[in-house]
């Protein structure tokens, strides 16, 4: 019995109707124009955005991936942001509003995804601005709390470690996350000194200067590391 569906495939690879003598498929040119780019380009802009919200640049990619000359990219996305289809400045606030809100994530790991999705960089920082200081350490130390409750019973360096690492994961600067993690653990500067003075083993951590940052400032996603980032002044 026959495994393919509407007809067998002949050794050549060509599929071949029941009855029907092999025919040879037609070549394809990449390079023969399309009848008419403008409508290709807006089948795939409308039929991505019926699944999901995009930005320009997503768009846009999708296009030339299929080949639409980029006259028509142009034009068709041109006509979406005219009619409000396409808006990266609503794309970047609902982006920030519901991943800082569901996920808890910090400015620059808002940033670094938009910046992904190919939104313009004056548009990310607008975006990303709107975030009050002060709702940035809310949503962190919310998110140590309840993770905390997890780690309760390890030791103190373990937990100090863990919980530094789950907020560097979601873009904190090192300082505000030592800080916070510190105040939710209840770890004064002495006990922290005497972890520190550990010699930072497997559940350990190492001091540094308080000017000390994150891989140098930059959020590189969830395999940035932190280390020696613990200011004892504070």
Do not use: C
Not at 72 to 86: I, K, M, N, P, Q
């Amino acid at each position: 019995m026959s495994g393919s569906f509407g007809g067998r495939r002949s050794a050549a690879g060509r599929r071949e109707g029941p009855g029907r003598a092999s025919e040879p498929s037609e070549p394809v040119d990449p390079a023969e124009p399309m009848a008419d780019p403008t409508s290709v380009a807006r089948s795939i802009g409308l039929n991505l955005l019926d699944a999901a919200p995009r930005t320009r640049a997503q768009l846009a990619e999708a296009m030339r991936k299929r080949g639409v000359p980029e006259d028509a990219v142009t034009s068709v996305l041109d006509r979406f942001e005219e009619v409000g289809l396409v808006n990266d400045e609503a794309f970047a606030n609902a982006w920030v509003t519901s991943r800082q809100a569901g996920r808890g994530l910090a400015p620059r790991a808002l940033s670094n995804e938009l910046r992904q999705r190919g939104v313009p960089e004056p548009v990310i920082a607008e975006a990303v601005g709107r975030v009050e200081s002060d709702d940035v350490e809310a949503t962190a130390r919310d998110l140590v709390t309840r993770r905390a409750r997890a780690t309760a019973g390890l030791p103190t360096a373990v937990r100090l470690r863990r919980l530094v690492a789950l907020l560097n994961r979601k873009g904190y600067s090192g300082e505000l996350a030592v800080r916070v993690v510190r105040e939710v653990l209840a770890v004064d500067a002495d006990e922290l000194a005497d972890i520190e003075g550990g010699g930072g083993g497997a559940g350990g951590v190492r001091g540094a200067g308080s000017s000390d940052v994150v891989a140098g400032g930059r959020y590189d996603g969830p395999n940035d590391v932190v280390v020696g980032i613990f200011d004892r002044g504070h």
